[in-house]
């Protein structure tokens, strides 16, 4: 029974591995953030590019919920954000592109806004570098975020930011998850850094994934008590 289990979950796995199109859809919520229908698209042009438009914090190795299409409390916002009374609809908006360098390593760039009215934007520049061992597999992703325009903004500063997350298959078609994320503003190397971290647990069926991750994106700012955030996805792959 325990081998049958885990012939399944190789059929379901290797063929995954070669997609070359995946659909992320993921509600996001957050103690002091609105509900938001964040939405990522992938598509894999050869063996090495990669190339999507997102909407969510995962997808831009951020921890948080608010990005994406508003579905209740828009008006809702962290004091060092927007005024309360800023409602919205549509927010985060980031066009991508990943190249594949080998097996385990990744550089990806990307143009990304957080928002449309005003309108920051800013470039990303990241690494990913993954080690799998056994059932385990670490990551570690560094990323510099540089503004482009309206760098007036707060939320829109150059930042320095590293990941480390943790995954482990569990079961034969799932597993637990544990991230890391640490940021600091290149602007003003003397604040206190922003520090999150969160957990998660995912399950494949078939073509599908379902995962979930709840945690906080601030843990030693004064925000720390409001940052508190859940994500619940589903893919599919092809």
Do not use: K
């Amino acid at each position: 029974m325990g081998h049958a289990a885990r012939l399944v979950c190789l059929t379901i796995v290797v063929p995954a591995a070669h997609a070359d199109v995946e659909v992320r859809t993921a509600i996001e919520a957050g103690l002091h953030a609105p509900r938001s229908l964040a939405v990522d698209v992938w598509g894999q042009l050869g063996d090495r590019l990669i190339l999507g438009l997102t909407m969510s914090h995962d997808a831009q190795h951020e921890l948080g919920a608010g990005r994406g299409l508003c579905l209740s409390r828009c008006g809702d916002r962290l004091v060092t954000s927007l005024p309360a009374d800023d409602d919205y609809r549509y927010a985060g908006l980031a066009a991508e592109a990943r190249l594949l360098f080998s097996p385990e390593v990744t550089g990806r760039v990307a143009i990304d806004t957080t928002r449309f009215v005003p309108t920051p934007a800013a470039i990303d520049l990241g690494l990913d570098v993954a080690r799998r061992y056994a059932r385990t597999t670490l990551r570690i992703e560094p990323q510099l975020r540089i503004g482009i325009a309206r760098r007036d903004l707060d939320d829109n500063r150059d930042e320095l930011a590293t990941a480390l997350e943790v995954e482990q298959r569990a079961w034969p078609c799932g597993g637990v998850s544990a991230i890391a994320r640490g940021a600091l503003d290149v602007q003003a190397l003397r604040s206190t850094p922003s520090f999150g971290a969160a957990v998660g647990a995912w399950q494949q069926l078939g073509a599908w994934t379902l995962s979930v991750r709840v945690g906080t994106f601030e843990v030693a700012r004064e925000s720390a008590r409001s940052s508190l955030f859940t994500e619940i996805a589903v893919a599919w792959r092809r």
